[in-house]
Nanobody, 117 residues
Framework: QVQIVESGGGLVQAGGSLRLSCAVS????????MGWFRQAPGKQRELVAG???????NYGDSVKGRFTISRDNAKNTVYLQMISLKPEDTAVYYC???????????WGQGTQVTVSS
């Protein structure tokens, strides 16, 4: 059973920064793609950022230039650095893992990010 645990969420003012972390209990972490999704109340879950096993990244249009995804394979951890946060970034952020982009098999419980105006 793969366990995914997110941390780092919280309340921040608009224009501020947060870094989310996602720890994965899987020895084959380095071979898997990792992703961050978010879901705001009344909205569908959307892709925020993804990173392949080889380090290739992609981002949702609304966060390009503001968010950066990275991974530390030695720590089985993926990060999401968020800057210039906006109230519309408010959502529950979920970490996910899978063999490749689009094939997301495992999900964390989510961490709340709230951006006040």
């Amino acid at each position: 059973q793969v366990q995914i645990v997110e941390s780092g969420g919280g309340l921040v003012q608009a224009g501020g920064s947060l870094r989310l972390s996602c720890a994965v209990s899987r020895s084959t972490f380095s071979a898997n793609a990792m992703g961050w999704f978010r879901q705001a109340p009344g909205k569908q879950r959307e892709l925020v950022a993804g990173i392949s096993s080889g380090g290739n990244t992609n981002y949702g249009d609304s966060v390009k230039g503001r968010f950066t995804i990275s991974r530390d394979n030695a720590k089985n951890t993926v990060y999401l650095q968020m800057i210039s946060l906006k109230p519309e970034d408010t959502a529950v952020y979920y970490c996910t893992s899978g063999p490749y982009f689009g094939r997301w098999l495992y999900w964390g419980q989510g961490t709340q990010v709230t951006v006040s105006s």
